[in-house]
């Protein structure tokens, strides 16, 4: 067969040419990625002959060998796994064969070390084979088939394939290596890397020098040793070398469950989030084992989506080696052992979540996520709440539930928020302003998963959890710490500005009412309870909704503040009366641009408030 040449897709060669311009500060990395895949196309081939044991034959003990050549300057990795075929070769190495390629591209800064988690995190480790060669050649025939196949590329814009089916099954990747990166040719470089990075790499490693072969991993699943006898730079090496990451865990959880389900399992909180946390195809990168066998990595029923940032490995004896994906999406043994695994993360986030500010790194990182617990309908959500944290009126510190119920007014039954878009417009909303004179404390919520939870998480501990905007003869009962010096607009006036308020703003609201809620502002809108926030519209409309301006709105205002005593003072003047009716749709839209929303009319507003200055100047 003639060599084909094939061009690169695109974000290959931008990955490429980050790759290729020393993006890994430490590119050692490269031969525990190139291990690391090893590995895994051994696993993937053992899987394999539990459904076809007639491939047995030709596959052997399975082991990686790393063989350096001096005299050729070529460093060999060669494993007798799964291999791969021509679609596999372009697939996976041609192309970044993963949805959501294009974000990936577009996260991608040019900041060296962020960039360089970005790609780890994304699975193209092979890529990190340019990092020291400038010539790399894959030579692999796939299980089960009876071609073969040799890749070939530099890094440049294209890669070759052709034919050989003289190949034994599995893959070696031959490099040709750059004259400064030789030092990955000496025997004892390869023994300290192969330990520091993949000694916990259940097949053995083989070192061949010339006739001679040396296994210079321990060739033991980490998980099965003793806890006593793994260090904390193991723990990292081997959460970095499954998750693909840089970072140091946060979190390292290692047991071994037993009773009905016996299972072992070493989990790992990162310190960073992955940059697809968000993706809608976002897994958690967990692996099933059954009996140290690989089963799979694809397994949503193991672990519920709000916990998808862990990582790590569970390993069970109470499945059949032979179980397909469709049993594992039935088997009560998966929901017995998920309901074990949450319930002891849950534990160890409430051990760790004594030391506030250690916690605090978590939340930063994960706590957007972790409140979708809030809302998916799980046995835990109580548990999760307790976990749950806050950013509140009274401190800059973030707050649990607990400690807003312990420190509730004297009267106060409720726990209060108020949904936005950022804390500093948060707490200069209006509608905080009775609150504040009454010391009482409100969650600042933020994240736009919170306008979801708190519309099925309703109550916490008997507490209700009410939006600002909805408290009413509640707010009333707490006494004001200090009396307003202001007096109230008289009623009969009161009545008079009310219907000429709803007059001037027409369709704009549904109801003009007074509030307690207002100290300093004269004006403020809410919502009915039971209808879409204003932050919810926002957030439709981000998303390209199209949904027009609430008219169920409700315009409060300060019967107190001087500007209401002053246009109710103005009502009946008809020298003035035109000023009147611009005054109010000032203050209208004054209102929604305190509340983050558009002007229907810039102009128009542009033109009032110049009106306004003007006068005040003459």
């Given at each position: 067969?003639?060599?084909?040449?094939?061009?690169?897709?695109?974000?290959?060669?931008?990955?490429?040419?980050?790759?290729?311009?020393?993006?890994?500060?430490?590119?050692?990395?490269?031969?525990?990625?190139?291990?690391?895949?090893?590995?895994?196309?051994?696993?993937?081939?053992?899987?394999?002959?539990?459904?076809?044991?007639?491939?047995?034959?030709?596959?052997?003990?399975?082991?990686?060998?790393?063989?350096?050549?001096?005299?050729?300057?070529?460093?060999?990795?060669?494993?007798?796994?799964?291999?791969?075929?021509?679609?596999?070769?372009?697939?996976?190495?041609?192309?970044?064969?993963?949805?959501?390629?294009?974000?990936?591209?577009?996260?991608?800064?040019?900041?060296?070390?962020?960039?360089?988690?970005?790609?780890?995190?994304?699975?193209?480790?092979?890529?990190?084979?340019?990092?020291?060669?400038?010539?790399?050649?894959?030579?692999?025939?796939?299980?089960?088939?009876?071609?073969?196949?040799?890749?070939?590329?530099?890094?440049?814009?294209?890669?070759?394939?052709e034919e050989d089916d003289s190949l034994p099954i599995g893959t070696s990747i031959i490099l040709s290596l750059k004259k400064d990166d030789e030092e990955f040719l000496e025997p004892i470089r390869l023994r300290h890397l192969v330990r520091q990075y993949s000694d916990h790499i259940s097949i053995p490693i083989i070192l061949?020098?010339?006739?001679?072969?040396?296994?210079?991993?321990?060739?033991?699943?980490?998980?099965?040793?003793?806890?006593?006898?793994?260090?904390?730079?193991?723990?990292?090496?081997?959460?970095?070398?499954?998750?693909?990451?840089?970072?140091?865990?946060?979190?390292?959880?290692?047991?071994?469950?037993?009773?009905?389900?016996?299972?072992?399992?070493?989990?790992?909180?990162?310190?960073?989030?992955?940059?697809?946390?968000?993706q809608p195809d976002r897994k958690s990168n967990l692996q099933l084992y059954v009996n140290r066998v690989f089963i799979s990595d694809d397994l949503p029923e193991l672990m519920p989506f709000f916990l998808r940032f862990m990582t790590g490995v569970i390993d069970t004896n109470d499945l059949p080696l032979n179980v397909s994906?469709?049993?594992?999406?039935?088997?009560?043994?998966?929901?017995?052992?998920?309901?074990?695994?949450?319930?002891?993360?849950?534990?160890?986030?409430?051990?760790?979540?004594?030391?506030?500010?250690?916690?605090?790194?978590?939340?930063?990182?994960?706590?957007?996520?972790?409140?979708?617990?809030?809302?998916?309908?799980?046995?835990?959500?109580?548990?999760?709440?307790?976990?749950?944290?806050?950013?509140?009126?009274?401190?800059?510190?973030?707050?649990?539930?607990?400690?807003?119920?312990?420190?509730?007014?004297?009267?106060?039954?409720?726990?209060?928020?108020?949904?936005?878009?950022?804390?500093?417009?948060?707490?200069?909303?209006?509608?905080?302003?009775?609150?504040?004179?009454?010391?009482?404390?409100?969650?600042?919520?933020?994240?736009?998963?919170?306008?979801?939870?708190?519309?099925?998480?309703?109550?916490?501990?008997?507490?209700?959890?009410?939006?600002?905007?909805?408290?009413?003869?509640?707010?009333?009962?707490?006494?004001?710490?200090?009396?307003?010096?202001?007096?109230?607009?008289?009623?009969?006036?009161?009545?008079?500005?009310?219907?000429?308020?709803?007059?001037?703003?027409?369709?704009?609201?549904?109801?003009?009412?007074?509030?307690?809620?207002?100290?300093?502002?004269?004006?403020?809108?809410?919502?009915?309870?039971?209808?879409?926030?204003?932050?919810?519209?926002?957030?439709?409309?981000?998303?390209?909704?199209?949904?027009?301006?609430?008219?169920?709105?409700?315009?409060?205002?300060?019967?107190?503040?001087?500007?209401?005593?002053?246009?109710?003072?103005?009502?009946?003047?008809?020298?003035?009366?035109?000023?009147?009716?611009?005054?109010?749709?000032?203050?209208?839209?004054?209102?929604?641009?305190?509340?983050?929303?558009?002007?229907?009319?810039?102009?128009?507003?542009?033109?009032?408030?110049?009106?306004?200055?003007?006068?005040?100047?003459?």
């Amino acid at each position: 067969m003639t060599e084909e040449k094939i061009e690169f897709k695109a974000e290959v060669s931008k990955v490429l040419d980050i790759v290729i311009h020393s993006l890994y500060s430490n590119k050692e990395i490269f031969l525990r990625e190139l291990i690391s895949n090893a590995s895994d196309a051994s696993d993937k081939l053992r899987y394999a002959l539990l459904l076809h044991p007639e491939l047995a034959s030709k596959t052997g003990e399975f082991k990686i060998i790393l063989t350096p050549d001096k005299l050729n300057k070529t460093l060999t990795i060669t494993d007798n796994g799964i291999g791969m075929n021509k679609e596999d070769l372009i697939n996976h190495l041609g192309t970044i064969a993963r949805s959501g390629s294009a974000e990936f591209i577009k996260s991608l800064t040019g900041d060296k070390q962020k960039d360089m988690a970005l790609i780890g995190q994304f699975g193209v480790g092979f890529y990190s084979a340019f990092m020291v060669a400038d010539k790399v050649i894959v030579k692999t025939k796939k299980a089960g088939d009876d071609k073969g196949y040799i890749w070939q590329s530099t890094g440049a814009d294209s890669f070759t394939i052709e034919e050989d089916d003289s190949l034994p099954i599995g893959t070696s990747i031959i490099l040709s290596l750059k004259k400064d990166d030789e030092e990955f040719l000496e025997p004892i470089r390869l023994r300290h890397l192969v330990r520091q990075y993949s000694d916990h790499i259940s097949i053995p490693i083989i070192l061949k020098e010339g006739a001679k072969e040396e296994t210079i991993n321990s060739a033991s699943a980490l998980w099965t040793r003793p806890k006593s006898e793994i260090t904390t730079e193991q723990y990292k090496d081997f959460y970095q070398s499954v998750s693909h990451a840089f970072d140091e865990p946060w979190m390292t959880m290692h047991y071994k469950a037993e009773g009905t389900i016996d299972y072992t399992a070493l989990l790992f909180v990162p310190t960073k989030p992955p940059f697809n946390l968000f993706q809608p195809d976002r897994k958690s990168n967990l692996q099933l084992y059954v009996n140290r066998v690989f089963i799979s990595d694809d397994l949503p029923e193991l672990m519920p989506f709000f916990l998808r940032f862990m990582t790590g490995v569970i390993d069970t004896n109470d499945l059949p080696l032979n179980v397909s994906r469709e049993m594992l999406q039935k088997t009560p043994v998966m929901q017995k052992i998920k309901k074990g695994i949450v319930k002891r993360i849950l534990n160890e986030l409430k051990k760790r979540s004594e030391d506030k500010e250690d916690y605090k790194k978590f939340w930063d990182s994960f706590g957007i996520v972790f409140k979708e617990g809030l809302y998916e309908p799980i046995d835990e959500r109580a548990e999760v709440a307790d976990l749950c944290r806050f950013n509140q009126t009274a401190s800059d510190d973030l707050i649990s539930f607990d400690e807003y119920v312990s420190s509730m007014k004297e009267g106060q039954e409720n726990i209060y928020y108020l949904t936005g878009t950022n804390i500093d417009s948060l707490k200069n909303n209006p509608q905080l302003e009775g609150f504040a004179a009454r010391g009482i404390n409100v969650l600042l919520l933020t994240d736009p998963i919170d306008e979801f939870w708190i519309q099925t998480y309703t109550e916490h501990k008997g507490k209700k959890i009410i939006s600002v905007m909805h408290a009413g003869a509640d707010l009333e009962k707490i006494k004001l710490e200090n009396e307003p010096t202001e007096k109230a607009l008289d009623k009969d006036k009161e009545k008079e500005l009310l219907k000429r308020i709803k007059e001037t703003l027409k369709e704009s609201v549904k109801d003009v009412q007074v509030t307690d809620r207002l100290t300093k502002s004269p004006f403020a809108l809410i919502t009915p309870s039971g209808m879409m926030s204003l932050n919810l519209e926002r957030l439709m409309k981000a998303h390209g909704q199209q949904i027009a301006m609430n008219s169920d709105r409700i315009l409060e205002i300060n019967p107190r503040h001087e500007v209401i005593h002053k246009l109710a003072d103005m009502l009946g003047n008809k020298e003035v009366d035109e000023k009147i009716n611009d005054a109010i749709l000032v203050l209208f839209d004054q209102t929604l641009i305190a509340e983050g929303e558009p002007l229907k009319d810039p102009a128009a507003f542009s033109k009032r408030l110049t009106n306004f200055v003007l006068n005040g100047l003459a």
